[in-house]
């Protein structure tokens, strides 16, 4: 008897975790000798997604989490991760943008063990908006030159692990989480599964724009150093150049004297330079505050409800 548990951060989810529910209950008939285990983690949803998870919890196969705020769906996996008990963990959205029907190849790829984990990625950005498309794809070219750890375009947080390469997820604790990137450093063998982009069944997507910017300027400070040698190697040219500049200045001087010109090119270059050093300064800064905030070593999530807590209290 071999043991699933699926993973479900949920935020705001009213509209469709019950659908997901009753989906994953569909699936369930096309395996054998496997339980199922599935753990809501509410993040701080302000809607009915916590009412609705009591409910499901009411079923055999349901556990929740909940925690005491909005921690972000990074916080969210770890926290299902944290609590899974399954051979194989899964983690899903609960919006059914990962179909539930591919769980079963990636438990019998699993199975054959060749694989500790069967990651997906969507081939298409269907349905997305083209400006958000054009910006991913630059983002996933430039991430994989300056990073070490491979960051694969597409890739979705839908995959599933064997319980080993879970316990490794599991060690690294860090409090700025960039999960692709974290599965991908692991390490272990992977297998992609492909799949079209399927549009939320309903209710809607947390991510703005603006949102994922941020996040994708965080992933970068997360897996690369680069910026960093860029403010350096910056500086460096910056020297050579002006130290040239100076002995041309020098000789010209001696040579034709002192006529004051060169207003306008001079103020230019200070703005250039100033510019210059506030983006170092910034690259150093974005740098030293997420250092700041791993060394205060904060918990990656906090807590309030629980099934069994629930259960305790009655
Ligand atoms: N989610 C979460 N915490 C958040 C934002 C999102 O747990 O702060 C969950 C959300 O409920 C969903 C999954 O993360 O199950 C993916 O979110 P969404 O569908 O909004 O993202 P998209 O699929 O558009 O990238
Ligand atoms: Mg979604």
């Known amino acids: 008897m071999k043991k699933i548990t699926l993973v479900v951060p949920c935020r705001n989810e009213q509209e469709v975790i019950k659908l997901f529910y ?12 496997v339980v199922f285990e599935i753990i809501f983690v509410d993040d701080g949803s302000t809607d009915n997604t916590l009412k609705l998870m009591r409910e499901l919890a009411q079923n055999d196969d349901v556990r929740y989490i909940s925690f005491s705020r909005n921690f972000g769906k990074e916080a969210a996996m ?22 539930p029907f591919l769980l079963k190849e990636m438990y ?22 083209v400006i958000r498309s054009v910006f991913a794809r630059i983002y996933y070219k430039m991430i994989n030159k300056i990073s070490k750890t491979e960051i694969v375009d597409g890739a979705r947080d839908y995959r599933l692990m064997t319980r080993k390469m879970v316990n490794a997820v599991l060690e690294i604790k860090e ?24 549009p939320r069944v309903a209710g809607e997507t947390k991510w703005s724009f603006w949102k994922l910017f941020l996040y994708s300027l965080d992933s970068i400070v997360a897996f690369s150093t680069l910026p960093l040698s860029i403010a350096s190697i910056m500086g460096i040219l910056f020297c050579i150049v002006s130290f040239f500049i100076i002995i041309f200045i020098i000789i010209r001087t001696l040579a034709f004297g002192d006529p004051t010109s060169g207003w306008p090119s001079m103020v230019c270059i200070m703005f250039f330079i100033g510019g210059v050093q506030l983006l170092c300064l910034g690259i150093i800064g974005q740098y030293l505050s997420k250092t700041y905030l791993e060394v205060k070593k904060r918990p990656i999530y906090i807590v309030q409800e629980t099934e069994k807590a629930k259960l305790n209290s009655k």
């Open 78 to 99: 770890y926290a299902g991760l944290e609590a899974s008990t399954g051979d194989y963990i899964a983690i899903m959205d609960v919006d059914l943008q990962d179909p």
């Open 22 to 33: 009753n989906e994953i209950q569909k699936i369930k008939k096309d395996f054998v000798n």
């Open 108 to 129: 019998e790829t699993l199975e054959s063990g060749k694989f500790d984990s069967v990651a997906t990625r969507r081939v298409t950005r269907k349905g997305e908006p």
């Open 175 to 198: 409090y700025n989480r960039f999960s692709k990137g974290i599965f991908s450093w692991v390490g272990f063998k992977t297998k992609w599964l492909e799949y079209e982009n399927t």
